[in-house]
């Protein structure tokens, strides 16, 4: 039942931000690269999570748990990496962006970069180590 | 670490999906101890050794080297 209610609610985020994207790209109007590079991130992301509630879902039908101890484990380890990368990000985006493009960032744009970042970071750390084993 | 749990499981004609069942886990976990790539919890070893008419020690073999 929890398991149940955990993806129902998962495809119901999910699928809020796919409409939030498709609104935002069709009113977009020509979308410069500085706008398409978050976006992607953000549709990386999206379709990492689709990946997970699809394997969750294939789980549940076989009559598995959707999450066990492992993957319990694994869904720290994940967050550790995302948190570690968010705080990166958050010194790294300033410094990447005023010396190799000589552009400072606002203050939302660091936000934004820890968040992206730390989302896929934490998606990417998932995913592997859900499949590598530990 | 290595186990026996392969050789236990085809003594009772159990596939990893059966197993993984039993004790209430996914697949894949029953396929990375195996391999031994994952550390089972004490409590899933027990389980796990239950479910294979076995004792922990019989199914996991610590290498002390």
Known sequence: MKDKLGISVGIGITALAIV?????IMNAGNLELNEILPLLIVLILIVSTI????D?????????????????????????YGFIASIWSAVGAPLISGIFFDYELSGHHVTAAVVL?????????????AWKGY | MKTRIKELRARYDLTQEDLARKVGVRRETILFIEKGKYNPSLKLAYDIAKALNATIEELFIFDEG
């Open chain 1, 20 to 24: 939030t994207i498709l609104f935002y």
């Open chain 1, 51 to 54: 990946y997970i509630l699809w």
């Open chain 1, 56 to 80: 969750r879902i294939k789980n549940i039908k076989k009559g598995l748990p959707a999450q066990d101890e492992r993957l319990k484990i694994t869904n720290y380890k994940a967050c550790y």
């Open chain 1, 117 to 129: 970042f730390g989302g896929i970071t934490f998606m990417i750390s998932y995913i592997y180590l």
